[in-house]
């Protein structure tokens, strides 16, 4: 991970620490001062404060050479962690900590009819849960992180594709955190960090299009998480490729996301999205595909590559990381999302030095994308964050 030549405030240096750690899962000394570019002695008043404020934790551990370091640093799992996530078909609320360990989980139904104001009573619901189950065990979140799909610069007031208000939302956890910091984002956002820091060897650390296929079809751009955007949606999932197609939940029709969504691969696999659902990663073995359905599916891989591709010829960039069902496929049937990038890309992948890879899904075991995104901006804020909800 790439960090800037050097922090230039108290908050960016404690954030640079915290993020690395959230990132390595633990460090020792020498290596943690070289990542952030600190001296060991300014490490190590900065690491002081991050102890006495509970933030880190320094246990003693075989040393990773003959002489070296024993003191191996990494996040205090005591610090709690709010989240909440809302898919299509419910509202998952949960608290845990920084290593992504959940001590409570619950799910409020989503109603069939969504109204904004349906949905803030279900939002409501789960902040009770929340704020009485923290109540009673006398809990003090550090940070409450929100994922809303397919919210975007131009839709925080008003979603487009599961109906909410923002601002309300805000106003209910003001009425019941008011101490705690909450930062909303869009799901895609949380996804991603997911994958950042909990994957191992995840596959790429400089600036890359982290593409998540679910639900819907989004991106998020993923720089260096010191910067204000380091994680920037990009709703590519609703490229228009056939005006006369089947009808996205956005409006329009003929949207990539309209042919290569969970619920778009449901109808082709002649499944109910609650029964695709219930599969999970099993329906690549559970379901035999005739060699038409094989066909469809293909064609529907090659859009998403066309629509990955038309998003890097507005933002070139060197890496490309895919996540959801297609992921589940093997290699050669993944093979038509790679020829779709090298259809639109100028020069193809080779000339452009574009790599590709495909992480397991995330999608299923909510709410500990929202518990990532959390740990991730208290990490950013440097462990000092502003008690204003936010969307990030």
């Known amino acids: 991970m790439e960090m800037p030549e050097q922090p230039r405030s108290r908050r960016q240096t404690r954030a640079a620490i915290l993020t690395h750690l959230l990132q390595s899962g633990g460090?020792?000394?020498?290596?943690?001062?070289?990542?952030?570019?600190?001296?060991?002695?300014?490490?190590?008043?900065?690491?002081?404060?991050?102890?006495?404020?509970?933030?880190?934790?320094?246990?003693?551990?075989?040393?990773?050479?003959v002489g070296g370091p024993t003191g191996l640093v990494s996040l205090d799992g005591s610090v709690a962690l709010g989240a909440l996530e809302l898919t299509g078909q419910s509202l998952s609320v949960g608290v845990g900590n920084f290593t992504g360990e959940l001590r409570y989980t619950e799910r409020v139904p989503l109603p069939a009819k969504l109204t904004t104001e349906s949905?803030?009573?279900?939002?409501?619901?789960?902040?009770?849960?929340?704020?009485?189950?923290t109540r009673r065990r006398r809990i003090r979140l550090a940070q409450i992180g929100v994922t809303i799909p397919g919210l975007g610069r131009l839709s925080v007031a008003g979603n487009p594709i599961i109906p909410c208000d923002v601002d309300r939302i805000g106003e209910m956890f003001r009425d019941m955190f008011a101490?705690?910091?909450?930062?909303?984002?869009?799901?895609?956002?949380?996804?991603?960090?997911?994958?950042?820091?909990?994957?191992d060897d995840y596959p790429f650390s400089e600036a890359h299009l982290f593409v998540f296929v679910g639900q819907g079809v989004a991106g998020t751009w993923m720089d260096d998480p010191s910067e204000d955007d380091a994680l920037e949606p990009v709703e590519l999932g609703h490229m228009v490729f056939e005006a006369g197609g089947p009808r996205c939940r956005c409006g329009h029709h003929g949207c990539v996301e309209a042919y290569t969504s969970l619920p778009a691969l449901a109808e082709l696999l002649r499944l109910t999205e609650t029964e695709l659902l219930q599969l999970g990663s099993d329906w690549v073995t559970a379901i035999p595909l005739t060699p038409r359905v094989r066909q469809e599916l293909r064609q529907r891989l090659f859009r998403l590559g066309l629509a990955i591709g038309?998003?890097?010829?507005?933002?070139?960039?060197?890496?490309?990381?895919?996540s959801g069902w297609p992921s589940l496929l093997t290699e050669d049937e993944r093979k038509a999302v790679v020829d779709g990038i090298d259809a639109c890309l100028l020069g193809g992948r080779k000339q452009a030095q574009v790599s590709l890879a495909f992480v397991p899904p995330s999608n299923g075991n909510d709410p500990r994308a929202a518990l990532a995104f959390a740990a991730f901006c208290l990490a950013r804020s440097g462990g000092m964050p502003s008690a204003s909800t936010e969307a990030a």
């Not at 895609?188 to 997911?194: G, I």
Request: proline share 7%; glycine share 4%; aromatic share 6%.
């Open 310 to 322: 038309n998003t890097l010829n507005v933002k070139p960039c060197r890496g490309v990381v895919v």
């Open 179 to 199: 101490d705690v910091p909450v930062a909303v984002t869009n799901s895609v956002v949380a996804h991603a960090t997911f994958h950042r820091c909990r994957t």
């Open 119 to 133: 949905v803030g009573r279900v939002f409501h619901q789960a902040l009770t849960l929340l704020r009485d189950w």
């Open 27 to 65: 460090s020792f000394r020498p290596p943690l001062a070289k990542a952030v570019r600190l001296s060991e002695a300014s490490l190590s008043r900065i690491l002081f404060d991050l102890k006495a404020e509970g933030m880190i934790e320094e246990i003693r551990r075989p040393a990773p050479y």
